[in-house]
């Protein structure tokens, strides 16, 4: 006899559930411990399972932990934020509750407090002789982790907040006579921390005690202020956050319904037991049985519970954020709604003749868990079988029950090889539907068949899975699945499969817009949320909170550019818009061949909006090296030769700051402070250091060996070539001077806009001098440093500080926030022109 393979992933697991982000351990269940069978008696066994219906097999992390840990997470940083940013909102609501709960006498609140910090105390006390009672000493760890973490967040979160206590809070907290102390709001976070530490070892019944005991004591903390509202709600869920965490880290009981529990559930629902025993077969999400039956058949159980519901939200709220339009529809509200839709897509899959397992009973068992039995059928999953057991007869009676689900608009959503069982006699079976949909759309039927091409593909080949496909479907089927034949259809087990046939999607594609006639279309945008998108959004919220701080006196810079003469303005556009000319010159001169004027033009102006999404010129040189790709340049020579242009930048740099410098005289060179010679002696030790380390490892140095080293000569034969033409290499340096010189003046022309009177030489050292230093910060085009450093190199050359500061802004306006709209026009002109 074949080994056994029966629908073994439970129903509220959507494909994948390890792709959720769950522990390994929490998105599996532990190994089934038990080894031998267990005999029942079926009159007696329902009376004796009602007695003890589960059993701790050990320690896990649980998806319901990490649920709970985003949740509360989520919840108090939500807190923070509002308490943080909406201060005198939050802050004249907390005073609005105070006063209304403050209709007590001094007496009352007195005694109340000395009651509630009592209350607290012999709760904690009770918390910490819990494992004494229960014998579980390793929740004195959990317990002493919880509240030493919890009481060192408190104490961060009120240093962050910071607000003090009102006159009112301090009145109230004055007529109790110092009875109260705020020291009981930690108490009622580790009390939070301490009852959800221990849920997972106790009773339903003493959970629920535990709730309303916190609920009791929070209400009376509100009727007896110490602390603010705000502060309070913070606590408790704090609390609730830390407390999953820690169970999170630590591991909570694994419990299961006992055998006798799961004995008694389906003999009490017509299916009497006379033996169960472990099944060791893939039932990630779920614990599997196989039972023998008085009548001699055999069916295979699967118990699921409340860890594979919060797994199951946990996935679907992943794909909910980071896809788009692949179907998935809102989760069900429990764990029972969700076993009772597999049933129903199962009964209705075998009623349209669907060869799939006869659904036997469905019953509760333990505290929150249900099983789920069918028929057992003898046989093996296609992924393990043999390549050669995979033949066209095979493939047809595969393509044949996908055709009559598609017929009924019954959508598998899980077609991989796991889910195919052959049986004795070769037959395929459709098992698991889990993750299923009746009345699907076209698009959910349409990603079926991609993601069973597929599967099918990696052990049959392409052209047989193909060829029996449109047979049994019809090529106008197969053809509507090509959008769909993308990683982000396929269930994780097929991804990680592709990997080792990188290719095999293109072939598939390819094949089947052969034999249907049909071009390949473009493949269906399913990405919500792109590693594209956060970086971009992350940048942007940077961006603008470097930005408020530039714009916080808006009047007091609209009176000083009042006074500007805007005659100066002219020139100091023409002196900005010179920079690209420069920078495209420069480019040019980068590389050996030659490059379209105008689209390196185009593209230095973008740089200027790419610039604005990453520190010191980033995303400039990015851009620049995907323009000299597209342009028809060697990526090493691309990269080589934007690095070139950087230090070509920098040399030029250099010797127009020593230019200036001395042009400017003895007053500009005496505010130069340079680092001590140990700076740049330590620096360089500890870079030698970390090499000396990186070569000792041999991985290192076969990289360097097979990929660094290859690259280095295609870098150095392409920079030599440009450094041996004297064109190139007055382009590289002409363009960059003309950057440097066009800034300078830019500065220059900004001062006397203002009424500056220091010479052009004391700017440009000046300039330069700050210039460089803010090059090494790690804002975009040197935001915020860059203004200090000119503004303070201005004034200790002479400048007053009421010219030093708006000439400055006026610079920055020019040269940075201006040509943001220009550069994202001709950004968005290079994409469309596929340029970049």
Not at 155 to 184: H, K
Not at 236 to 248: E, F, H, R, Y
Not at 467 to 473: E, P, V
Request: glycine fraction near 8%; include cysteine; charge should be positive.
């Amino acid at each position: 006899m074949g080994p056994t393979r029966q629908p073994a992933r439970p129903s509220a697991q959507s494909p994948e559930p390890r792709a959720s982000g769950v522990p390994p351990d929490a998105a599996d269940p532990p190994p089934v411990e038990l080894t031998t069978a267990v005999t029942a008696e079926p009159t007696a066994v329902p009376e004796s399972a009602n007695r003890s219906q589960e059993e701790i097999t050990g320690y896990v992390r649980s998806p319901s932990d990490v649920l709970r840990t985003v949740v509360f997470a989520l919840a108090t940083l939500l807190l923070l934020v509002l308490a943080t940013w909406s201060r005198d909102a939050v802050l004249a609501l907390e005073n609005d509750l105070i006063k209304r709960s403050s209709f007590l006498t001094p007496t009352v609140e007195r005694i109340l407090a000395g009651a509630l910090t009592l209350v607290v105390l012999v709760s904690l006390a009770a918390a910490w002789a819990t494992p004494l009672v229960t014998r579980r000493y390793r929740l004195f760890g959990y317990l002493l982790a919880g509240n030493v973490l919890v009481s060192l967040l408190l104490w961060g979160v009120e240093s962050f907040l910071d607000r003090g206590d009102p006159d009112l809070l301090t009145r109230e907290v004055a007529q109790r006579a110092g009875v109260d102390s705020p020291l009981s709001v930690y108490g009622i976070a580790q009390t939070a921390v301490s009852f959800v530490l221990l849920a997972p070892f106790v009773s339903r019944r003493w959970r629920r005690a535990g709730a309303a005991l916190l609920t009791v004591i929070t209400l009376l903390r509100l009727l007896v202020p110490v602390t603010l509202p705000a502060t309070l709600a913070i606590a408790l869920v704090l609390g609730a956050a830390v407390g999953s965490a820690t169970l999170l880290m630590f591991g909570r009981p694994s419990s299961r319904p006992t055998s006798a529990a799961i004995v008694a559930a389906l003999t009490g629902s017509g299916l009497p037991v006379l033996e169960l025993e472990p099944a060791a077969v893939d039932a990630r999400g779920s614990v599997p049985y196989f039972a023998s039956l008085q009548d001699g058949s055999r069916v295979f159980a699967k118990v699921l519970g409340a860890d594979q519901r919060a797994a199951d939200l946990l996935f679907r709220a992943y794909r909910f954020i980071r896809l788009k339009d692949v179907g998935d529809e809102r989760p069900f509200s429990s764990l029972r709604r969700t076993v009772e839709h597999e049933g129903l897509v199962s009964l209705m899959a075998r009623d349209v003749a669907t060869r799939t397992p006869r659904l036997r009973a469905v019953a509760t068992v333990g505290r929150d868990s249900i099983v789920l039995s069918y028929d057992l059928i003898e046989g093996t999953s296609l992924d393990r079988v043999p390549d050669e057991a995979v033949s066209e007869e095979v493939l047809r009676g595969i393509w044949e029950q996908v055709a009559i689900l598609r017929r009924h608009r019954i959508a598998h959503r899980d077609l991989r090889r796991a889910n195919i069982l052959l049986d004795r006699e070769g037959t395929p079976w459709l098992i698991d539907f889990g993750f299923s949909e009746v009345a699907a759309s076209q698009a959910l039927l349409d990603a079926d068949v991609a993601q069973l091409l597929v599967a099918l593909a990696l052990q049959a080949g392409v052209d047989p899975t193909v060829d029996t496909a449109i047979a049994a479907l019809g090529p106008g089927a197969v053809a509507a699945s090509l959008p769909r034949l993308q990683p982000n259809t396929f269930s994780g087990a097929t991804r990680a499969a592709l990997k080792k046939r990188k290719d095999l999607v293109g072939q598939i594609r390819a094949t089947v817009s052969t034999r249907c006639r049909v071009p390949e279309p473009k493949l269906e945008d399913l990405d919500r949320v792109t590693p594209r998108t956060i970086v971009t959004v992350v940048t942007l919220v940077a961006v603008t909170y470097l930005l408020v701080p530039q714009l916080g006196d808006v009047p007091g810079m609209v009176d000083r550019v009042r006074a500007v003469d805007w005659a100066w303005l002219p020139p100091i556009l023409v002196m900005s818009a010179l920079t690209y000319v420069g920078a495209a010159l420069s480019i040019a001169g980068s590389v050996p061949g030659r490059l379209r004027p105008l689209p390196t033009l185009v593209t230095q102006l973008a740089s200027s909006f790419a610039g604005l999404l990453s520190p010191a010129g980033l995303g400039g040189m990015a851009l620049n090296v995907r323009y000299l790709q597209k342009s028809g340049v060697d990526l090493a020579v691309a990269t080589s030769g934007v690095g070139l242009n950087t230090i070509g930048g920098l040399f030029v740099h250099a010797f127009l700051l020593l230019v200036f410098a001395v042009w400017a005289g003895r007053s500009i060179v005496d505010t130069i402070r340079l680092p001590h010679p140990e700076v740049f002696l330590w620096g360089a030790l500890t870079v030698l250091a970390l090499a000396a380390v990186m070569f000792a490892v041999p991985t290192v140095r076969r990289l360097v060996a097979t990929r660094l080293l290859p690259l280095l000569r295609r870098s150095v034969d392409g920079v030599a070539h440009a450094l041996r033409s004297p064109g190139k290499l007055a382009l590289l340096l002409g363009g960059s001077a003309v950057i440097t010189l066009s800034y300078t003046v830019c500065m220059y022309l900004s001062t006397r806009a203002f009424g500056g009177d220091l010479s052009l030489a004391s700017v440009g050292a000046v300039y330069l001098l700050g210039s460089a230093i803010a090059a090494v910060a790690p804002t975009p085009g040197g935001l915020g440093a860059l203004e200090a450093a000119v503004i303070a190199g201005l004034v200790a050359a002479g400048m007053d500080h009421t010219v030093a500061v708006p000439a400055v802004f006026l610079y920055r306006l020019a040269t940075f926030w201006l040509p943001i709209l220009p550069g994202w026009a001709a950004f968005s002109w290079l994409r469309r022109s596929e340029f970049v």
